[in-house]
């Protein structure tokens, strides 16, 4: 039998959606650097907390400062009104407090690809190497 979702991950998932569309469409902030990418959000058992998870894409430094700590404080300072909007647009007694925090598992995947590529090709190298020693 398929396992039930929770309603902690039912109102996560909605708020993920909803929050992607609110951060392209209403965050106008230039300080919030490239593409922001929603990639998860774990809402607390009574609904009063969610931990936004982020990316972003083509973020680049300005005037010498972390463009993801930066981006990171832009989205943390507007999540008074991020909450609101989600008000409207969710059915919710009450809508929890945002919290965003950077999700390193797409940096982590890209590296753990790259290793495994590099293996693969070295590994064709020496199976090279010895089938030729063979003949």
Known sequence: MAKEFSRAQRIGDQIQRELAQLIR?????PRLGGLVTVTAVEVSRDASHAKVF???????????VDSV?????????ASGFLRMQLGRAMKLRSVP???????????????????????????????????????
């Open 25 to 29: 469409m209403e965050i106008k902030d």
């Open 54 to 64: 982020v990316t972003f894409m083509g973020a680049e430094p300005i005037d010498g």
């Open 69 to 77: 700590a930066q981006s990171l404080k832009v989205l943390n300072d």
């Open 97 to 135: 407090n945002l919290r965003f925090h950077y999700d390193e598992s797409v940096i982590r995947g890209a590296e753990l690809s790259a290793l495994i590529e590099r293996a693969v090709s070295e590994d064709r190298l020496h199976g090279d190497d010895v089938t030729e020693a063979k003949e």
